[in-house]
């Protein structure tokens, strides 16, 4: 599915999961490439949370290997998966999940805190994202004030300050009326572009998927054409 003279970033072979009895998850592979945007798609219960769980290192596969820049993900201690999610991946939620106490500014600094990143740093690149988001202006703003579109857009730029490797997206639209997904999924697509970073959408929007290089369709954990 990656392009061979592209760099693999997230290298996903043969994920299988259960819970109990159920198998969820049935022989999973594919990769996706710096840049390249892949659409999970399926019907409800079909695997798709479960296996941007597995992605995001939240679960952890039964068998198979996920490895994202090099690193086995699914080898790793709990401490050295809480720093590589910190460091490398970025994740936009349906419900935008930002803290409620916090400026939209300081929501989109938050992961540079974390990573320690210098102040005079965290501010430039806030800034600049804010800017590039369209939501300078709304920087003091808290979540509380903002629609939901400006609130999935400070999400974005939130996902996307520490410049990680692959971004996680679940439903990213099903929140949202349809002219702010469209904006949504627009700035998806330009900052992907822009910053060659690699992108897994969870999906049941045709037109979300439509912005993605390839799918991969999920029906009962396995993928089907």
């Known amino acids: 599915m990656a392009s061979a003279l592209a760099q693999v970033v ?22 996706v490439s710096a840049g390249q945007r892949v659409a999970l798609t399926g019907p409800s219960g ?4 479960t296996l ?6 939240i679960d952890r596969p039964d ?24 460091e490398r991946v970025g994740t936009v939620f349906q419900f935008f999940h930002l803290l409620p106490t916090l400026s939209a500014a300081e929501n989109v600094e938050l992961p540079l805190q974390l990573l320690g990143v210098p102040a005079a740093e965290r501010s430039e690149r806030v800034s600049a994202l804010l800017a590039r ?17 400006e609130q ?7 996902a996307l300050v520490h410049q990680p ?20 999924l627009r700035l998806l ?24 290089h390839e799918r991969v369709h999920l029906r009962d954990g396995r993928i089907t054409p």
């Open 46 to 49: 079909s695997g798709k949370t």
């Open 189 to 212: 697509r330009e900052l992907t572009d822009e910053t060659h970073t690699a992108l897994v959408l969870v999906t049941h929007s045709e037109e979300a998927a439509a912005i993605c």
């Open 63 to 86: 068998t198979g290997s996920l490895t994202l820049n090099g690193q086995r993900i699914d080898q790793l201690d709990s401490d050295d998966l809480a720093r590589l999610r910190r």
């Open 133 to 149: 988001v369209g939501l300078t202006a709304r920087a003091a703003a808290f979540p509380g004030q903002l629609s939901g579109g």
């Open 152 to 158: 999935q857009r400070i999400a974005i730029a939130r």
């Open 10 to 31: 997230l290298d996903v072979v043969s994920v299988s999961k259960s819970y109990g009895a159920r198998r969820v998850l049935d022989d999973v592979s594919f990769q």
């Open 165 to 184: 490797a692959l971004i996680l997206a679940d439903e990213p639209t099903g929140n949202l009326d349809s002219v702010s997904g469209e904006n949504i």
């Open 52 to 57: 941007l769980n597995c992605l995001g290192g």
